[in-house]
């Protein structure tokens, strides 16, 4: 089991950045597939992206394409989710997620991820 611990959520501005920060303890993360969810209140949670352990490949979910870019630094168990341009409709807790590397993964399935953080807010005020 690896523990997750989600920072760098905060209140922004429209249009305005964050860098949310997923680190990890207990296991090493270079054999693991992350993703990042989030939710609103009265919403399901949704995937937002994922990164694969091998190749570092990257996913995203339509409505965050082209502005949100999620990275990991194995050598600091630690992965990152840059949000730019945001939007009040960003606003949300996000989660950090991780499944260890077997079998098929479909990475926007949450129900595939065993290990989760607490989560972070986001809030994006027009």
């Known amino acids: 089991q690896v523990q997750l611990v989600e920072s760098g959520g905060g209140l922004v501005q429209a249009g305005g950045s964050l860098r949310l920060s997923c680190a990890a303890s207990g296991r090493t993360l270079s054999r693991y597939n992350m993703g990042w969810f989030r939710q609103a209140p009265g919403k399901e949670r949704e995937f937002v992206a994922a990164?694969?352990?091998?190749?570092?490949?990257?996913y995203y979910a339509d409505s965050v394409k082209g502005r949100f870019t999620i990275s990991r630094d194995n050598a600091k168990n630690t992965v990152y989710l840059q949000m730019n341009s945001l939007k009040p409709e960003d606003t949300a807790v996000y989660y950090c997620?991780?499944?260890?590397?077997?079998?098929?993964?479909?990475?926007?399935?949450?129900?595939?991820?065993?290990?989760w953080g607490q989560g972070t807010q986001v809030t994006v005020s027009s």
């Open positions: 990164i694969s352990w091998s190749y570092s490949n990257t």
């Open positions: 997620a991780a499944v260890y590397s077997s079998g098929t993964w479909y990475y926007n399935n949450r129900n595939q991820y065993h290990d």
